[in-house]
Nanobody, 118 residues
Framework: QVLLVESGGGLVQAGGSLRLSCRGSGSIFSVNDMAWYRQTPGKQRELVALITSGGNTNYADSVKGRFSISRDNAKNTVYLQMNSLKPEDTAVYYC????????????WGQGTQVTVSS
């Protein structure tokens, strides 16, 4: 059973930083793409950042230059370093993992709340 557990969310003032972590278990994560999504009430979940199994990264325009995604395959963990946080970054952040060639391989964590005060 694939399990993802996020941590690191919390309350921070605008301009501050947080680092989210997502630790996986039950699979070989080094061959997976890993991503962070976020969602606010009444809106669709949106992609924040993605890192492929090969280490390529992709970011939403709204976070480019402020957020950085990285992974430690030895620890089955993906990180999201968030700097220069803005109130509009407030959301529940979810970790996701998928694997090329396996459409049914799509797992989510439980989410962690990030709140940025102005």
């Amino acid at each position: 059973q694939v399990l993802l557990v996020e941590s690191g969310g919390g309350l921070v003032q605008a301009g501050g930083s947080l680092r989210l972590s997502c630790r996986g278990s039950g699979s070989i994560f080094s061959v997976n793409d890993m991503a962070w999504y976020r969602q606010t009430p009444g809106k669709q979940r949106e992609l924040v950042a993605l890192i492929t199994s090969g280490g390529n990264t992709n970011y939403a325009d709204s976070v480019k230059g402020r957020f950085s995604i990285s992974r430690d395959n030895a620890k089955n963990t993906v990180y999201l370093q968030m700097n220069s946080l803005k109130p509009e970054d407030t959301a529940v952040y979810y970790c996701n993992t998928r694997r090329d060639g396996r459409p049914g391989y799509d797992y989510w964590g439980q989410g962690t709340q990030v709140t940025v005060s102005s």
